[in-house]
């Protein structure tokens, strides 16, 4: 198969399976939550979407603006947070990660969620599709991320050796740091997380765990303007 | 100085100093032809633009499509086409290098042509100027090139350490390989030329010499839609 690493949302790439990476954190709390047992998770980039979707009732409300829980939200954005079930549905407000999200669900047949704490699952999940893989970074307002862009390679090294340049690219700069947690460190993600204090950087270490949690969260449709995904 | 990369035109990046890449091979021809002589180097996207160009006298028209070199054209786009001057202008077509050059000039004070045949002194010139840097890699039709990024690398690497994740990036992919000349082909665009045959494939080791020109090319202006380039 071969695989294709989009590291930012405004590149043009295509391929029957879409992987969406937005490690530091959306996609690692989507897998927790999911994994948690939350039914479903829904998506929205702005905030007040994401605050009309609790009209649909049994809802908890997720996200972030600067690292930190949006005001009159219920919960914040750290996978921490997501241990145990509130409602059947979470809905996320995620500004990079709705994008990354919706863009990979126009040029593929099926898209999938990954962060490191589902990587082995993933990786199983798109070698069972044997399809083309393309593979998209969620960034930081449309710029490279270090962090997504890691686990992006860390992906490719598992689907052989049918790369395009991008995916090469990750591979390599994904083999270049010893662990991920000294990738996501270096990361601007991850330097924001620690700008904030003790309590956010704790979510570094927490991210960095590889191949905890069995999950696929998979799109399963638009729900208005927000995605909806499943386990 | 602050480093950046964006690894496609399409990339949202601003600095005083923009460095633009089209190593294989639009950058390196520039920088050979200008160091050999020619007074200034105009790049138009289209064949037309430049063909439109020869109507300004003393003008050699060079470029290429798919590889080969266009009809009616005086030289295609091997850098070893350009050892001496033929006349006082060299009009080039190509698309991803021109797209590259339009839209670092929209976005930097100075924009400057790198390549490998030049790195030393391009090198040079960006701690003369002493502002932040932000590095354009032309890529394939808006795709991530690992040979473009692989020379962004080289420059990131000498440029100091307060680097955008992206500049990060570049330099420990550029790390990853033992030479230049491996990054290159395994690059996209070198493999194109490796398929043309052994011809074209003589330019990868052509392009991968190191520092060989004193040449720093500049952007100095536009003329109509062509990027007027002078030592």
């Known amino acids: 198969m071969h695989v294709h690493v989009a590291f930012t949302p405004d590149e043009l790439a295509a391929a029957p399976t879409g992987v969406v990476i937005d490690v530091i954190r959306a996609t690692s709390t989507i897998c927790q939550a999911l994994a948690a047992g939350y039914e479903r998770v829904l998506c929205a980039a702005e905030v007040e979407d994401a605050r009309a979707l609790s009209g649909l009732g049994g809802v908890t409300l997720g996200g972030e603006r600067l690292g930190l829980r949006i005001e009159g939200f219920d919960l914040g954005n750290s996978p921490r ?75 490719v090294a598992e689907l052989g050796d049918d790369r395009s340049d991008a995916a090469e690219a990750a591979a390599r700069l994904a083999a270049s740091y010893p662990t991920a947690l000294e990738a996501f460190r270096a990361s601007r993600s991850g330097r924001n997380l620690i700008n904030h204090g003790s309590e956010l950087e704790a979510d570094i270490p927490y991210c960095a765990r590889e191949s905890v949690l069995d999950v696929v969260p998979r799109l399963t449709g638009m729900q208005g303007v927000a995605a909806e995904i499943r386990a």
């Open 81 to 155: 947070e997501y241990l145990s079930v509130r409602t059947p549905t979470l809905a996320m407000s995620t500004t990079n990660g709705t994008r990354a999200i919706v863009t990979a669900a126009e040029r593929c047949e099926r898209v999938v969620i990954a962060s490191l704490l589902n990587l082995a699952a993933v990786i199983e999940a798109a070698r069972d599709h044997g399809d083309d893989v393309a593979i998209f970074c969620a960034g930081v307002k449309g710029s490279f991320a270090l962090d997504d862009s890691y686990v992006a390679g860390r992906i």
